[in-house]
């Protein structure tokens, strides 16, 4: 059945390593996937110790009966599995209304033979089963008729038929249809294999994120026992549909690998779950093109985000979270690992803080995640920039005098030394840990804003006009040319400034 010992599922042609209850197969178009999928399915051949539904990536036809289908699924033990195996299964719905009418039926039995289900008016075949489908569609209702079909209905009570359904309503019908099927008939003393190729195609991204909540619901309603002998094995390029699994704890990922027939299935660890949003947003990555940006501490990604809305379009990130150094370089690490098996042109950005590094140094990349470091010891002390300090209606002079006032006032107050410190400096503190002024800052300027608002409008309004003032105290200074140009995606100083200065060193 399955190799306890090593924790591996598999045939000589394809091997599942360390599988979890939830198993998601990435990997480029090309690199094998179907191939490896179909392969495992043929563990189903043992019908001893397997239990396998093996559903193809192109579910054609509509969630009609037919007379056809039926026979040959009745007369032919091999027919469904002989369609399901090629890309492409014709008639694919027509047998999913087949898996429900079955479904119906076996339940039916269990009323004629448990008394406690009899009992209990609240539990029918609508309660049981058909919730879990209607909970995924919006527009219509899917119902079970006296004389044992199904019919779907609008919301206005009006008949709808299966050709009019959308493509992504009559597709994730069929699915649920199926995954209620295979789960029906799990048993703890086999090996129970749900093998999903692409089962985002025709879904709309809110309905994968849907039919990925419902698939985690279904295995929840599996006796312990079977839970522990039952597997989802799913190919998708969905990443709504992989970060909705990914909330799960049952859930791991693996990379399939063009000309390698295993597959090493590894667990969703803590930091990708701060960058699961971008993968999991719609706008992000399919219409806008934003670019996964990771950050250090809540703070930096206000300043970006708001940076992104200042700008109007000429800053395209989506800001992901990082608390510490250790879990930015393993999300780093993750980003790349999962945008390379899924993109063909991955591209994330990273910026950290300086830390009081005065060597102005660049770091490598971490795969497609290419790395920056602020220019100054952390986003506070771009506060301190010409360009934040104008956006406060202060000069560094005029900030000064202000500060001095503040002092005299605030003697006792605790920051006192740091910022008598910082204003007698020659740098302005750019190489200090100012997090504890922020706020005296904002407030000695007399501005009523957060300093993450007073940053993040600066940086998008020079993005905007593409106007980055140089100088020895410039924010395009404090952040770097070259963060700077891989935030703003331009390649040359006249593009980013629209002047004609000389090319930002790549």
Known sequence: MINEQEKEIGTQGAKLKKPTRINIVVGRNGSGKSTFLRELSKLGDD???????????????????????????????????????????????????????????????????????????????????????????SNVTLRRERNGGFAFFALNGDSVTPAEL??????????????????????????????LDEPDVHLHPDLQAKFARFVIGQIGRLSHDAQKSSYVILATHSTPMICEFAISPMCSIGTKELYLNSVTQRPIAETFKNIAPFFGHPLSRFIGGDVPLIVEGEDDVRVWNQACRTSEGKIRVFPCLAHSKPELNALERSCDGLMRAIYDDPKALSIRDGDGDKSRKEIGSEGCVVRHVLHCYEMENILLTDDCLSEMRNTWDEFKAK??????????????????????????????????????????????KDWEIVVGQTIGRLAKNKDWPLGEFSLYEFVGAKAIASITNTKSESDLRGTTRSTVEA
């Open 47 to 137: 019908t001893s110790k397997y239990h396998v539904s093996y559903l193809s990536p192109e579910r054609a036809g509509e969630f009609v009966d037919d007379a056809n289908v039926s026979h040959n699924i009745q007369h032919n033990p091999t027919y469904l599995k002989g369609q399901r195996d090629k890309n492409q299964a014709a008639d694919f719905k027509k047998a999913s209304k087949l898996r429900l009418k079955e479904l119906a039926d076996r339940w039916g039995l269990r009323l004629d033979n448990d008394p406690e289900i009899r009992k209990d008016s609240s539990r029918t075949f609508d309660s049981e089963f058909l919730v879990h489908i209607n909970q995924m569609l």
């Open 166 to 195: 959308s493509s992504g309503e009559s597709e994730v019908v069929s699915l649920a249809s199926e995954v209620m099927h295979f789960f029906d008939l799990c048993e703890a003393t086999k090996t129970n294999l749900l093998i």
């Open 403 to 448: 500060a001095e006032t503040w002092i005299k006032s605030n003697q006792s107050h605790p920051e006192v030394n740091l910022l008598k410190q910082v204003i007698g400096s020659s740098d302005r503190g750019r190489d200090t840990k100012l997090k504890k002024l922020r706020n005296i800052i904002v407030g000695i300027s007399e501005i009523n």
